[in-house]
């Protein structure tokens, strides 16, 4: 089973502080998505990540790929309610097929004003 | 480009009740999928499509779901005899053309409860 692992599961801070959620499996992906989910709504695309080590920012919002490809984080600077969310890492595989991404259980965000 | 689209976003059904879920993906996406999701768990695969062609259905899935893509545009799944375990977010993604990147656009969802 290609399990992706997210933590913390939930997160509340206040408004302007610093953070950081994590996304990890033992497997290799070929590539590795965030997405941001608000209730009752689904999934919103924030970032792809493609190769080892690549940093991509979005604002206050910067995601690292791991070098060996296992593993992600999102650091959130400076947070504000609008953060306020689930936040899901997906990641294919590097030995599936391109029509099956595997969903970690998300980190629930609450930025307090 | 509207993004994709679900009907209907809530779905209210007694059990051994017969739903059907439509679809319609940005348009140019070859790909779609199903997600299915429950509260506190991240989305769930259930099947993916390539045009017309149905390439992966989830071991999980049940025979009473089925999940049809006639002419490569818009998609319908079903669920038949439905079950109070079938409560779930229903889920459908499309992911454009040639991209080897996997990202996957979201609709809405559909909400189904099963009483």
């Known amino acids: 089973t290609q399990l992706l692992e997210q933590s913390p599961q939930f997160l509340s801070i206040q408004e302007g502080e610093n953070l950081t959620v994590y996304c990890n499996s033992s497997?290799?992906?070929?590539?590795l998505q965030w997405y941001r989910q608000e209730p009752g709504e689904g999934p919103v695309l924030l970032v792809t990540v493609v190769t080892g080590g690549e940093v991509k920012k979005l604002k206050r919002l910067t995601f690292q790929f791991g070098d060996a490809r296992k593993d992600s984080s999102l650091h959130i600077t400076a947070a504000q309610p609008g953060d306020t969310g689930l936040y899901l890492c997906a990641g294919t595989h590097i030995n599936t097929n391109a029509g099956k991404s595997t969903f970690g259980d998300g980190t629930t965000l609450t930025v307090k004003p | 480009d509207t993004g994709v689209s679900q009907d209907p976003r809530h779905k209210i059904t007694k059990r051994g009740q017969n739903v059907t879920f439509r679809c319609d993906p940005i348009?140019?996406?070859?790909?779609l999928y199903w997600y299915r999701q429950t509260l506190g768990q991240g989305p769930e695969f259930l099947t993916y499509?390539?045009?017309?062609?149905?390439?992966?259905k989830s071991r999980l899935l049940s025979d009473r779901f089925s999940a049809e893509r006639p002419k490569g545009s818009f998609s319908t799944l079903e669920i038949q005899r439905t079950e109070q375990g079938d409560s779930a977010m229903y889920l459908c993604?499309?992911?454009?053309?040639?991209?080897?990147?996997?990202?996957?656009?979201f609709g809405p969802g559909t909400r189904l409860t099963v009483t």
């Open positions: 497997s290799v992906f070929s590539s």
């Open positions: 348009s140019e996406h070859n790909r």
């Open positions: 993604a499309s992911s454009p053309r040639d991209r080897a990147r996997y990202e996957q656009y």
């Open positions: 499509f390539q045009n017309e062609a149905q390439l992966e």
